[in-house]
């Protein structure tokens, strides 16, 4: 199990900007880097869905509503993940988790992997 912590989230008005950061302090740093890292999240009543994810060497995936609004970031030395967000809609409204996985989900479904404990995103004015 991957201890994994999450900060940043909040709340944000429509056309705002988010920062969310994750950090696993307790792996190694040759450890972290075998790992694809990303942001899922949930809004209530709905299934957990893709945000974005960054492989060990740079190969990212964005979820198709937040293409050109949101950016993924790892920082292997530090072993932190951070997810940019612009451009805050109401409908990026939900709880933001931050993984850990190795080897790519079936399509649809999300990842076995490790999940941080979630932060809450409001966007409203």
């Known amino acids: 199990q991957v201890h994994i912590v999450e900060s940043g989230g909040g709340m944000a008005q429509p056309g705002g900007s988010l920062r969310l950061s994750c950090k696993t302090p307790r792996l190694i740093t040759s450890t972290f880097n075998t790992y694809t890292v990303g942001w899922y999240r949930q809004a209530p009543g709905k299934q957990r869905e893709l945000v974005a994810t960054k492989t060990y060497d740079g190969i990212t995936n964005y979820g198709d509503s937040v293409k050109g609004r949101f950016t993924i970031s790892r920082d292997n030395s530090r072993k932190a993940v951070t997810l940019q967000m612009n451009n805050l809609k109401p409908e990026d409204t939900a709880v933001y988790y931050c993984?850990?996985?190795?080897?790519?989900?079936?399509?649809?479904?999300?990842?076995?992997?490790?999940w941080g404990q979630g932060t809450q995103v409001t966007v409203a004015s």
């Open positions: 993984t850990l996985f190795r080897g790519p989900p079936p399509p649809g479904a999300v990842p076995q992997g490790d």
